[in-house]
């Protein structure tokens, strides 16, 4: 069973820190992805990537994957307060027997950025 | 372009009455996924629909839930005779035809509160 785990669970940080989240997976991959969810909202997809050392960035995320270490991390660079959301990564096990979509979620990540 | 719609928003039901969720894809996509959000949990993937077919109920409960996709209309996820269990968040996404490795697109969500 493909299992996402991702690390902190919960972060709270001080606006201007950086800080990186870890999502490690227990089988091979090589599409992964990045979500956020504001509270009561629906998932907004931040990052798709689709190979090995595959980096992407968007504004004060920066997102990347090594497919040998099954590991993504989401780094953040100098924290504002309009990133406290949580954030999830997703798996996808389509060529083990999954279909397209059916993702494997971590638990999320619950950033708070204080002032 | 419309993203994904989802209605109702938020429903009550009391235990053992029913519980119709609502799902219009994105304009143009033609697969749809439903997802179930516990509080404080990540997504768990329940069932991936095209038009009129359902090709993978691998997540969905034996019992009480079913969902179709029909030719026209909404996708439709059922359940029946509800259980306070079955509070959760319930999320639609879609996705356009043709497959490959490209990201969901989540609507906003069905609350679901069984008293």
């Known amino acids: 069973e493909l299992k996402v785990e991702q690390n902190p669970l919960f972060l709270s940080m001080q606006e201007g820190k950086n800080y990186t989240i870890y999502c490690n997976y227990s089988t091979t991959s090589d599409r992964l992805y990045w979500y956020r969810q504001d509270p009561g909202k629906s998932l907004e997809s931040l990052f798709v990537?689709?190979?090995?050392?595959a980096v992407k960035q968007e504004g004060r995320l920066m997102a990347s994957l090594d497919t040998k270490a099954r590991l993504s991390t989401l780094h953040i660079t100098a924290a504002v307060h309009d990133l406290s959301a949580t954030y999830f990564c997703a798996v996808d096990p389509t060529h083990y027997g999954g279909s397209q979509g059916n993702l494997i979620f971590g638990k999320g990540t619950k950033l708070s950025v204080k002032p | 372009n419309a993203g994904v719609m989802q209605n109702p928003r938020h429903l009550v039901r009391r235990r053992g009455q029913e519980a119709r969720l609502r799902c219009s894809p994105m304009k143009g996509h033609s697969h749809v996924y439903w997802y179930r959000q516990l509080p404080e949990e990540g997504l768990k993937f329940m069932v991936y629909l095209q038009k009129e077919n359902i090709i993978d109920e691998s997540g969905m409960p034996k019992e009480r839930f079913s969902a179709e996709f029909p030719k026209e209309g909404p996708s439709i996820l059922r359940i029946q005779q509800v259980v306070r269990g079955d509070s959760a968040a319930y999320f639609c996404?879609?996705?356009?035809?043709?497959?490959?490795?490209?990201?969901?697109?989540f609507g906003e969500g069905s609350r679901l509160t069984v008293l």
């Open positions: 990537l689709l190979s090995n050392g």
């Open positions: 996404a879609s996705s356009p035809p043709g497959g490959g490795p490209g990201e969901l697109f």
